[in-house]
């Protein structure tokens, strides 16, 4: 029998996840953020080793006001934090922006 492959999508399928494994149901990966409830006894193990588990994080503006200044120090404090934990395309991943809101490639199409 095989487990299944299950994706939460907020932190109430978290709450579900950590349940399923407090009661024997298998091991998952839970973020550090993600609230785990004290009745839940799991233990949480860094993982350690190559590669190790990363997640991509995608800020989304409307399309003009990326220049808005709330807005461009937000998106500059978000590339100062991802340039501090020396994530892989600090800074670099803005490629879309100023596209136009056509898309990425500014044609409608992504890479």
Not at 28 to 56: D, F, K, M, Q, W
């Given at each position: 029998?095989?487990?299944?492959?299950?994706?939460?999508?907020?932190?109430?399928?978290?709450?579900?996840?950590?349940?399923?494994?407090?009661?024997?149901?298998?091991?998952?990966?839970?973020?550090?953020l993600?609230?785990?409830?004290?009745?839940?006894?799991?233990?949480?193990?860094?993982?350690?080793?190559?590669?190790?588990?990363?997640?991509?994080?995608?800020?989304?503006?409307?399309?003009?006001?990326?220049?808005?200044?709330?807005i461009?120090r937000?998106?500059?404090a978000?590339?100062?934090?991802?340039?501090?934990?020396?994530?892989?395309?600090?800074?670099?991943?803005?490629?879309?922006?100023?596209?136009?809101?056509?898309?990425?490639?500014?044609?409608?199409?992504?890479?």
């Amino acid at each position: 029998m095989s487990m299944p492959q299950l994706s939460p999508r907020s932190n109430g399928e978290w709450l579900a996840i950590s349940g399923l494994v407090a009661h024997g149901f298998g091991v998952c990966l839970i973020p550090r953020l993600a609230p785990v409830p004290p009745e839940h006894r799991v233990v949480r193990v860094r993982l350690t080793g190559s590669p190790v588990p990363s997640r991509r994080l995608i800020a989304c503006v409307r399309r003009g006001s990326a220049d808005q200044p709330l807005i461009a120090r937000g998106l500059a404090a978000l590339d100062a934090a991802a340039a501090a934990l020396g994530a892989v395309g600090a800074g670099g991943e803005r490629a879309h922006r100023g596209a136009g809101g056509e898309g990425g490639n500014g044609d409608g199409t992504y890479p």
